[in-house]
């Protein structure tokens, strides 16, 4: 199932949200972007992603957020803990 | 293709096995010398041969297919000892001794260039016959540098045996199974690196794909492929092959970049597919170079 939405954000959405239905795009993923539980593990259990699906992520959050994951100055587990997490970390990090 | 795969035990049997084969050989290759050293592991080679039904019949399993006709006893012995063989080889490579073999190095310009093009290389390697031995073409090639991808339990326990051999050289290792691993490999190829993987081998997790491997459809992991799609570097398989007494074979051919950019299995079996095939070529080759001790097709 693939969901067309425009890549733009919606500013009145949650960041949250648009993390998730980013997610949901690029992967292709069976779910509806706002069923994902924020506070649920994204990787492994929960959404059954694997560290090849959170790096598809990585360079898709770059190229919509302009934020870069990288591996060796940030604790990559505590980020991808969750949708909640991530979502967390870009608002932080956003340009 | 499924997910997830029925739990497969090599990790439990074969790296606990491996590994004690690995402490022995070190402790007998530093006290005793390599020509010693091969003498003793033929007992121990009986051993095992013995005691382990079960890798005893992966290994006839396998040879039959490779040989084309039955294998027997001695079959399996050669088999085990050949593995052996390389363990023990690791220990010298890793002390720098290198002098000591003979190396024949196939495809070697392709490494050239692609250092010469700023670096930055998926190796795609397997379980058969010595991934070590890559540091040879390090001599030649200084600006070469290596990690390898690896499961982090395994990846543990072999990086603290080659550490305890020589701190030095051991590669860096990165550790698979976390959420941040290929985020990790992505930064090392974009350094100029080369990442070294074994593509042959998949754990209960991994995504796999069933490819025919000696005319049976065996599972090869989809993982390897699917980076390779994403992110497009080149990819080379390398295999170092030991062709007996004191003499090496590596060879290093490049495989076709996958031709879709999304990394889904199904665009990434051509690639594994074409993986499979030069591997079944190496295995004729050098049937006793196959180092997976468990039954391949299961």
């Known amino acids: 199932?693939?969901?067309?939405?425009?890549?733009?954000?919606?500013?009145?959405?949650?960041?949250?949200?648009?993390?998730?239905?980013?997610?949901?795009?690029?992967?292709?993923?069976?779910?509806?972007?706002?069923?994902?539980?924020?506070?649920?593990?994204?990787?492994?259990?929960?959404?059954?992603?694997?560290?090849?699906?959170?790096?598809?992520?990585?360079?898709?959050?770059?190229?919509?957020?302009?934020?870069?994951?990288?591996?060796?100055?940030?604790d990559n587990n505590q980020i991808f803990r969750s949708l909640g997490s991530l979502s967390q970390y870009i608002q932080q990090h956003r340009v | 293709m499924n997910k997830p795969r029925a739990a497969i035990d090599w990790t439990a049997r074969g790296e606990i096995g491996s590994m004690a084969v690995l402490r022995c050989t070190v402790w007998l290759a530093r006290r005793l010398g390599r020509n010693f050293s091969r003498m003793l592991l033929l007992p121990v080679c009986l051993g095992f041969a013995v005691c382990w039904p079960a890798s005893r019949a992966a290994s006839k399993c396998f040879l039959a297919r490779a040989l084309g006709r039955p294998a027997g006893m001695l079959?399996?012995?050669?088999?085990?000892?050949?593995?052996?063989?390389?363990?023990?080889?690791?220990?010298?490579?890793?002390?720098?001794?290198?002098?000591?073999?003979?190396?024949?190095?196939?495809?070697?310009?392709i490494v050239t260039e692609i250092l010469a093009q700023g670096g930055g290389c998926l190796l795609f390697g397997a379980h058969h016959g010595s991934f070590e031995v890559l540091r040879l073409v390090g001599r030649s090639q200084p600006n070469l540098r290596v990690s390898l991808a690896m499961y982090e339990a395994t990846g543990r326990k072999i990086g603290a045996a080659l550490n305890a051999i020589n701190p030095h050289l051991a590669p860096l290792i990165i550790g698979l199974g976390t959420p941040g691993a290929m985020i990790e490999i992505r930064d090392c190829l974009e350094q100029g690196g080369f990442v070294g993987m074994l593509a042959d081998r998949t754990l209960a997790s991994d995504t796999t794909v069933k490819v025919d491997f000696f005319g049976a459809p065996a599972a090869f992991p989809t993982g390897p492929a699917r980076l390779a799609a994403l992110l497009r570097p080149p990819v080379v398989l390398m295999v170092g092959l030991f062709r007996g007494g004191n003499r090496y074979e590596i060879h290093f051919e490049r495989l076709a970049a996958p031709a879709s950019a999304r990394p889904d299995p199904e665009g990434a079996t051509p690639l594994i597919a074409q993986y499979v095939s030069r591997l079944e070529h190496y295995c004729r080759e050098a049937p006793y170079n196959w180092f997976n001790f468990f039954d391949f097709w299961a």
């Open chain 1, 1 to 74: 199932m693939k969901i067309l939405t425009e890549p733009v954000r919606q500013t009145s959405e949650s960041p949250a949200l648009a993390l998730a239905q980013l997610i949901v795009e690029t992967l292709n993923l069976e779910v509806a972007a706002a069923a994902i539980d924020p506070d649920a593990p994204l990787f492994g259990e929960g959404l059954g992603l694997d560290s090849i699906d959170m790096l598809e992520i990585a360079l898709a959050v770059s190229q919509t957020y302009g934020v870069k994951l990288r591996a060796d100055d940030t």
């Open chain 2, 75 to 109: 079959d399996v012995l050669k088999h085990f000892f050949t593995f052996g063989t390389t363990v023990l080889d690791r220990v010298y490579l890793l002390n720098d001794e290198a002098d000591r073999f003979e190396i024949t190095i196939h495809g070697e310009q």
